[in-house]
C-alpha cells in the first residue's frame, strides 16, 4: 500500500532543542498551514541535569492561549532511560489529532535555564488534515 501526498497519514515530523543560549524562552515547534495542520504526537529527552517543565502556548500571532504544561524528568532519553510522551493530560485541544486553524503556531516555552553543554529536545509527529 502506498501513501499519496493526500492521505491523512502523510508524517510531518518537527521538532526544537532548548539549550544554553535559547533558555529560558519560547520557540515554535509547528506553524499550521492549509493542508498540515495537526500534531499527533510529542516526543522529549533531556540531557540536563534538572527537571525541565514546558509550557505550552498556542497563537494566532496576536493573542497567546495557554494549552498546558508537561514536565521532562532529569536525563529522559539519555543515559538509558526512555523518552517521555509528553500528551497525556496535557496540551488539551491540540494534541490527539485535533486540526488547529492555519496560520496558528503551537509554541514550547521552557521555564527554566538549561544548563551549559546539555539539551531540551522536543519533536513533534503528525499529518495532514
Do not use: Q
Amino acid at each position: 500500500m502506498s501513501v499519496t501526498l493526500l492521505d491523512e497519514r502523510e508524517p510531518i515530523l518537527v521538532g526544537l532543542n532548548f539549550d544554553s543560549t535559547n533558555s529560558p524562552g519560547t520557540l515554535p515547534l509547528f506553524v499550521a498551514d492549509l493542508l498540515i495542520r495537526r500534531i499527533d504526537n510529542v516526543v522529549a529527552i533531556n540531557t540536563d541535569a534538572i527537571d525541565h517543565v514546558i509550557e505550552v502556548d498556542v497563537t494566532d500571532g496576536a493573542t497567546i492561549f495557554y494549552e498546558g504544561s508537561f514536565t521532562i524528568p532529569t536525563l529522559a532519553g539519555s543515559a538509558g532511560n526512555p523518552a517521555i510522551d509528553a500528551n497525556p493530560g496535557t496540551m488539551l485541544g491540540i494534541m490527539g489529532g485535533t486540526n488547529i486553524p492555519a496560520g496558528w503556531t503551537i509554541e514550547m516555552k521552557c521555564l527554566v535555564a538549561v544548563g551549559a553543554g546539555k539539551i531540551v529536545s522536543i519533536t513533534g509527529y503528525g499529518g495532514l488534515l
